[in-house]
């Protein structure tokens, strides 16, 4: 780092670190939303998965949206592993299937990957039904040194739609979203679409030039 890059501002010539004015959080939980809700990745996916969606072993591994809830809550409000439940912000709402997991009490997650392009809509849930959207129940507004909306908070409630019957959540066993209970639901694995097969020959046979070689 060149020091006369910074000495018009700072003598030293070190670079000058602005420090920004603490704001208070936009949104708490309270009563009628008493869950904080936190959006995020998931290893298998890249932001809205037009690719990775598209990788069978991808998609097969985290299909669809869930929403993970810790022991502590789970078992206070009588759910478990697979049950179908609504998140409700002030902004909006979405459907998953309910992951027991070891996060904080009080707190609630939801990939933000899932929305739409893949559904018989193309910009919306099929037939009207329940969003998967994260996006759609977070806070959008902007930082003030950024601009960037916040796309990542906001306090919710969690209500039961219906039982598991024997489903569990649509999310990988790996990584954080592992299950509090290893044996609440199938294993995460590639299975033989993880393999790839090399055919040798093909490049000779399509005339084709091998790496570091001439065709």
């Given at each position: ?34 869950f ?62 309910l ?59 969690l ?12 999310a ?19 299975g ?24």
């Amino acid at each position: 780092m060149d020091p006369v890059e910074y000495r018009s501002l700072n003598p030293d010539g070190k670079a000058v670190l602005k420090a920004a004015a603490d704001i208070e959080p936009h949104e708490m939980p309270d009563e009628r939303y008493p869950f904080q809700l936190s959006t995020g990745r998931t290893l298998y996916h890249f932001h809205t998965r037009t690719k990775t969606g598209r990788v069978a072993q991808l998609d097969e591994a985290a299909p669809d949206v869930w929403v993970e809830i810790s022991t502590a809550d789970a078992d206070r409000l009588g759910l478990g592993e697979g049950d179908l439940v609504k998140v409700t912000t002030p902004r909006g709402g979405l459907e998953g299937r309910l992951r027991v997991t070891g996060i904080r009490p009080g707190l609630l997650f939801v990939p933000f990957h899932y929305g739409y392009w893949d559904t018989k809509e193309g910009d919306g849930p099929d037939g009207g039904g329940p969003g998967r959207a994260a996006n759609e129940t977070t806070i959008t507004d902007w930082d003030p040194a950024s601009k960037q909306p916040l796309f990542k908070t906001a306090a919710a409630d969690l209500t039961l739609v219906a039982r598991a019957d024997g489903r569990h959540a649509p999310a990988p066993t790996t990584t954080a979203s592992a299950p509090a209970h290893p044996d609440a639901a199938p294993v995460t694995a590639g299975g033989r679409q993880a393999y790839a097969t090399q055919n040798p020959g093909y490049g000779e046979a399509q005339g084709r030039a091998e790496p570091g070689g001439t065709s």
